[in-house]
């Protein structure tokens, strides 16, 4: 399977399916915990979290502020498994908890755990957002919790859009601007905890040129569809807001990394009539948006 640009392989659950694999891509192996000691060589550097309905800790030899490359750490999800990131061996190696179950270990390590590590490693910055191609362009939607990001990327989807993410997305920074890195094939319409959702072949598993963020906005149902452009901080906030993870040892270097992203990418506002069945007008803004920024 490749997400983020990796092949990532599990290696002892043969249920869950490779898929494709990328010949220039890493692979990274997910296998089954046989060092006697696992986790508890970490102790606990966070409380317990509130993560996807879960209770769940971070975990590591060193404070979190030393992460870099070298830096291998656990997350702990209680009741369920426990992760490590072995940085010695590249591996993500997993310990079953009473209520794993194959599905529950590639969520973990697909939406939550993969992520934080590209993260952690600073090889891409995470931005929790929906991101499909339009007019060729890939194009990200951000919003607030509740916001409509999922709702809106399944819309497009299903009128054929090729997916990029439904949940986060991988960005780099390149001399020529910003690349958005793909995550994996799946989208989840519904809200449901520990589900990746529906699976889609109409995924690309290349990274693309980032070309506009959508920050949606909820108004009145009777109100019109507007796109707006924003400008300065408020550009900033489109990307702060949709960050993936918000260890404070990293604010700094994150805002960094946003505000020159602002400097290169466009940031557009859009209204959203609070009504399902006005979608459909939606849609067609953003794409006649698409075709008009493109032209």
Same mark, same amino acid.
């Given at each position: 399977?490749?997400?983020?640009? +990796? ?68 997350? %702990? ?16 190696? +997993?310990?079953?908890?009473?209520? +794993?179950?194959? @599905?529950?270990?590639? !969520? ?5 755990? !993969? ?39 399944? #819309? ?21 601007? #910003?690349? /958005?890195?793909?995550? #994996? ?6 809200? %449901?905890?520990?589900?990746?959702? #529906? +699976?889609?072949?109409? !995924? ?43 260890? @404070? ?16 990418? /466009? ?13 459909? @007008?939606?849609? @067609? ?11």
């Amino acid at each position: 399977m490749i997400i983020f640009n +990796y092949n990532l392989l599990f290696q002892d659950e043969p249920g869950l399916e490779a898929g494709a694999i990328k010949r220039d891509a890493e692979t990274i192996a997910v296998v089954k915990e046989s060092a006697p000691q696992f986790p508890e060589n970490f102790v606990p550097r966070s409380d317990w979290l509130e993560m996807s309905g879960r209770q769940a800790r971070y975990r590591s030899r060193l404070p979190f502020e030393k992460a870099d490359r070298d830096f291998s750490w656990a997350l %702990e999800v209680r009741g369920v498994l426990s992760l490590v990131w072995d940085a010695a061996e590249r591996k993500v190696f +997993y310990r079953k908890g009473d209520e +794993y179950t194959p @599905e529950r270990l590639r !969520f973990w390590v697909l939406h939550t755990f !993969f992520p934080l590590v590209l993260e952690l490693q600073r090889v891409y910055r995470i931005l929790h957002v929906g991101s499909v191609m339009i007019e060729g362009q890939a194009v990200l939607f951000s919003a607030f919790s509740f916001g409509g990001k999922s709702t809106l990327t399944d #819309y497009f989807i299903r009128r054929g859009h090729t997916l990029l993410s439904d949940d986060c997305l991988a960005i780099e920074k390149r001399p020529d601007g #910003y690349g /958005a890195i793909p995550s #994996y094939p799946f989208y989840r319409p519904f809200r %449901e905890t520990e589900t990746l959702g #529906y +699976y889609t072949d109409n !995924f690309t598993r290349e990274p693309q040129p980032l070309d506009a963020v959508f920050l949606l906005q909820k108004s009145a149902p009777d109100a019109a569809v507007t796109i707006t452009e924003l400008k300065g901080i408020e550009k900033f906030k489109a990307f702060h807001y949709s960050s993936f993870i918000h260890f @404070e040892f990293m604010r700094e270097e994150r805002f960094t990394f946003f505000m020159q992203m602002g400097q290169s990418v /466009a940031v557009y506002q859009v209204a959203i009539p609070w009504d399902l069945k006005r979608l459909g @007008e939606v849609y @067609e803004m953003i794409v006649r948006h698409c075709k008009d920024f493109r032209g």
